[in-house]
């Protein structure tokens, strides 16, 4: 298999506050709620980096089209990690999440294995890592 990951789903319990949450609170690129007309078809994608998309779609869409049971949540099951270029960079994206509705779960610091870091969870409950490596180059 070729590492080929073009598109992050997360389930979503309630489709219009994750949009507000992703389009207008953390300002991600979208063209809004797309595939109404269609039964477990709403869901909305966000454009990130080099083609890679993240897409809500409400959790019994993806249950549905997964065939398999709606089950119980687990934020420890899945993270996103966010990285940036500098430590003033991560507190203004950790600021920008929390005005946004994010709870921070653990506020920016100096992690123990070198960097800074910072984690939210997003209204679902979903968690993201912002963090910068003094030793990661990235990208623009």
Not at 5 to 15: A, M, Q, R, S
Request: hydrophobic letters at 40%; charged letters at 20%.
């Amino acid at each position: 298999m070729k590492p080929r990951i073009t598109v992050i789903t997360l389930g979503v319990d309630d489709l219009e506050r994750a949009l507000r949450f992703y389009r207008d609170g953390l300002g991600l690129p979208t063209q809004g709620i797309v595939g109404t007309e269609f039964v477990h078809g709403a869901v909305a994608s966000f454009d990130l980096h080099h083609g890679l998309k993240l897409a809500i779609w409400p959790c019994t869409s993806l249950a549905h089209e997964a065939k398999v049971p709606l089950g119980p949540r687990s934020a420890t099951e899945f993270a996103l990690g966010h990285n940036v270029g500098s430590k003033a960079e991560l507190d203004a994206v950790m600021a920008k999440v929390k005005n946004a509705g994010a709870t921070i779960t653990d506020p920016p610091h100096d992690a123990s294995r070198g960097g800074y870091t910072g984690s939210f969870q997003d209204p679902d409950g979903h968690v993201w890592e912002a963090a910068w490596n003094p030793d990661w180059e990235l990208a623009d």
